[in-house]
């Protein structure tokens, strides 16, 4: 019912910059909330950003500062700029869309090397 279109992962240096990209497509008339979730293996899924359609913002607290969500209602995209970027940053980073239901990407490696 819900596709993603997920870009931006890959490998970069402590301190670097990446840009996570995701487009939902499918049966959609409107989503409530959009962000992403990241994963390491042995630990629970947890939250990193989100964003509404109004333009409210969440970020878990060890990225503020650094990550910045943004969206564009009109093509249902949203977008995470990551600064400054950690190597306890690395983890597989998921995005998802909640029109409800809550839809999932398939996922895209972020490894940040010190």
């Known amino acids: 019912q819900v596709q993603f279109a997920e870009s931006g992962g890959g490998l970069v240096h402590s301190g670097g910059s990446l840009r996570l990209s995701c487009a939902a497509s499918g049966r959609i008339r409107s989503i409530y909330t959009m962000g992403w979730y990241r994963q390491v293996p042995g630990k629970e899924r947890e939250l990193v950003a989100s964003?509404?359609?109004?333009?409210?913002?969440n970020y878990a607290d060890s990225v503020k500062g650094r990550l910045t969500i943004s969206r564009d209602n009109a093509k249902n995209t949203v977008t995470l700029q990551m600064n400054s970027l950690k190597p306890e940053d690395t983890a597989v980073y998921y995005c998802y869309c909640n029109v409800p239901p809550t839809y999932w990407g398939q996922g895209t490696q972020v490894t940040v090397s010190s």
């Open positions: 964003i509404t359609g109004g333009g409210r913002t």
